[in-house]
């Protein structure tokens, strides 16, 4: 569900984590799911996109976007997470910090609330989850 969140009498615009873009020129692409960097096992090939869970965030050098790991059957994979706009690379870390558990897919589900009246709102984001908690069990693949 997205809309607008009420943070101290202002109104913010929500979005997921799955709605952010990567500008190439003049073109606008998706930006999620991460692109995941594949091993030579052929479990890694059989691998959707949206597979496992988010075990490690970290910045990128220069602050170009960021590093996501993921879990899946005992092994990591890693993936890179480039995006336009806001939210700024700090605060998405942030965010998705404290999902650290949430399968790839929730991941991307989770909303992030930026401010309709400023873009450049240097105060924290809200973020929202939308699917199950992070205790859920109901995953298998981890």
Known sequence: MLGFVQRGGMMAHTTRVRDLQVQYGDVLLPAWPPRWILSHDLGSFLLTAEDGKLTWVEPMPRGIGLWLTRRFDGVAHRGSLLW??????????????ERIGLRIQEVGDVEISASAESPADDRAPIALQTRSSPGDRSCSCC
């Open 84 to 97: 336009s706009g806001p939210p700024s690379v700090a605060e998405l870390a942030r965010i998705l910090r």
